[in-house]
């Protein structure tokens, strides 16, 4: 009955009605934001921008959805505006992303005064998972991309999609197919924790890097996806680092910092920004 009080209230044109609203979901939206274009000033900038829009825009809320869908649209439409002026990332994304750090003293600096300074600087190989699972959808199709993540990371149903994307559920289905097949495949090549032929172990070295006491094989296991990787159901598997990956906030989780810092070198070994090394820690509180 609140909710209903206020969505009213905002509708007519009470803004502290319609922040209080929006205010539930925001941490979830510039948690998708993030997953979509892994730049924390983009997403502050985008959620400020769709809280704006959407204000604006609410007399024209027509309730076919909930107010949180509809915001979800109108950011990812905005979304859609700034990816499209990017490249989808090449398979080997993290590889540049380490190639670089290896040769530079001044990435690798970073990097630890991050990981020994900063609040949110720990390092954690689920955590890195996450980082990992960001990289490799982001060469999907943006379609595919923000399907699968609106699907699997935040529950959002198909139909619910569907008004999201301005695409029918059939479409949405196989949106969300080709975008699990696809990451699957990539995975079933790339990934040495569950499968010996992979070629990228770097969240093992990390954990080396960062965590040198630590047994990592102990960490391991403590993985579902890991412990079930003997069996290795390709489909299966997937399935689970999802169900790791849903469970991370990539904005407010204990390694949060440092795995950003690892985005942004990511993001200049691949050409997509170049300011690196104008970037500083958050300072602690």
Known sequence: MENENLLR?????????????FSEFQPQLKSYLYRLVTDRNDVDDLTHDTFIR????????NQEA????????????????HLRKQKRWPVNAQDQGADLAIGSEEVRETFRIVHETANAGAYEIKEHIDFCFTCISKTLPIENQVAMILKDMYDFPVREIGLILGKTEG????????ARSTMTEIYDHRCALVNKTGVCDQCSHLNEIFNPKQDRQEQLMKMEMVKESKKYNRAELFALRELLVKAIDPLQSSGADLQDSIMRCTRTAIGETEDFFGWKPPKAE
């Open 9 to 21: 209230a905002a509708i007519a044109g009470d803004i502290n009605a319609f922040q209080s609203l």
């Open 54 to 61: 959407a204000f604006d825009k609410i007399s024209t809320f």
């Open 66 to 81: 909930s107010l949180k869908t509809w915001v979800f649209r109108i950011a990812t439409n905005l979304a859609y505006d």
């Open 171 to 178: 479409v949405i289905k196989h949106l969300l197919t080709d």
